[in-house]
């Protein structure tokens, strides 16, 4: 292989790799500086908004933008004298809209990586180039296979790397249906779906009280 053939290889894997498939960083919700705290019936709320993108996780804050879901990760500090199950005694509100929790499977779904979303780099497999100033087509290398499977094959992969990382912190944060015990505080992530781009208070209500 020529040294014209090996740079331009070369070049377009190097583009190609760099500039799609973006590592997946987890989250740590005990180093946030929680945004809101109130206190009311006895139980203690914190939350904070945006943290997909504050944990530099931009394609998946994005994908929750194009979703219309607002993601959160919450602190609930139970100083009732009660069990309190999040779910089936608690009810969120968004301003004065009440909201129903979408489950954290579903949440993943909507913003993991979609591993098909590489396959148009296989057209490069249709990439040419001459090998020497006679530019007929018998004197041209196909270099362009090599090139679609290494960009697309190996994206694909990071891909699916970067959403094991995303289902296991949905996994490690899922509050929903879990008790609070009385004076047991549990952090974790929330998500509900809404429209527009406001980041209206969040409350809540213990319900049959």
Request: charged residues 20%; proline residues 3%.
């Amino acid at each position: 292989m020529n040294s014209k053939i090996k740079f331009l290889l070369y070049s377009v894997l190097i583009i190609g790799l760099s500039s799609c498939a973006v590592k997946y960083k987890p989250i740590n919700i005990s180093t946030y500086k929680f945004d809101q705290n109130e206190l009311f019936e006895n139980i203690e709320l914190s939350y904070k908004y945006n943290i997909l993108k504050e944990s530099g996780n931009n394609k998946q804050a994005t994908k929750e933008t194009i979703h219309n879901l607002k993601i959160l990760a919450v602190n609930i500090t139970n100083h009732s004298e009660s069990t309190i199950k999040i779910g089936d005694d608690i009810q969120f509100y968004f301003g004065e809209t009440p909201i129903e929790l979408i489950d954290n499977d579903k949440i993943y779904k909507k913003i993991k990586q979609k591993g098909a979303g590489y396959l148009p780099y296989l057209l490069l497999s249709f990439m040419n180039v001459a090998i020497n100033d006679n530019r007929s087509y018998e004197n041209q290398t196909r270099i362009g296979f090599p090139i679609a499977i290494g960009i697309t094959g190996l994206n694909m992969i990071k891909s699916g790397t970067n959403n094991v990382l995303l289902l296991d912190d949905l996994k490690k944060y899922d509050i929903i249906n879990k008790d609070i015990l009385p004076g047991e505080t549990i952090s974790g992530i929330i998500g509900f779906k809404t429209f527009g781009y406001e980041y209206k208070p969040i409350s809540y209500k213990i319900k049959n009280n």
